[in-house]
């Protein structure tokens, strides 16, 4: 049973950082993907930054948050983090953690898609003022 817990979530100002975790459970990082995704009320879900576990590590940032926000993994803790320096009020979300099925290779299109994942985190507000 696949159970992801996200943290770290909060307010804060412009200009700001915050680093999101996301623990993972009864899953194996093995040629998949893990991601954040954000949400604001009446749009739809938009992929923000994805890691792709195969041989090499590799990862995908949308263009809004590109050189801010940083994926990260600590396989010793089973945790994926997000770490948002920069913040501006656009980056108001609700921020889910999520993670895919294993997956022969990855690219931006489907790694930043919410179709690709099949196991969701509760998600963890982050609001910037």
């Known amino acids: 049973h696949v159970q992801l817990v996200e943290s770290g979530g909060g307010s804060v100002q412009a200009g700001g950082s915050l680093r999101l975790s996301c623990a993972a459970s009864?899953?194996?990082?093995?040629?998949?993907?893990m991601a954040w995704f954000r949400q604001t009320p009446g749009k739809e879900r938009e992929g923000v930054a994805a890691?792709?576990?195969?041989?090499?590590?590799?990862?995908y940032y949308a263009d809004s948050v590109k050189g801010r926000f940083t994926i990260s993994q600590d396989d010793a803790k089973n945790t994926v983090y997000l770490q948002m320096n920069s913040l501006t009020p656009e980056d108001t979300a609700r921020y889910y953690c999520a993670a895919s099925t294993p997956r022969l290779s990855s690219d931006i299109w489907s790694a930043l898609r919410a179709p690709s994942y099949a196991y969701w985190g509760q998600g963890t507000q982050v609001t910037v003022s």
């Open positions: 890691i792709f576990f195969g041989g090499n590590r590799v990862t």
């Open positions: 009864g899953y194996t990082y093995t040629k998949n993907y």
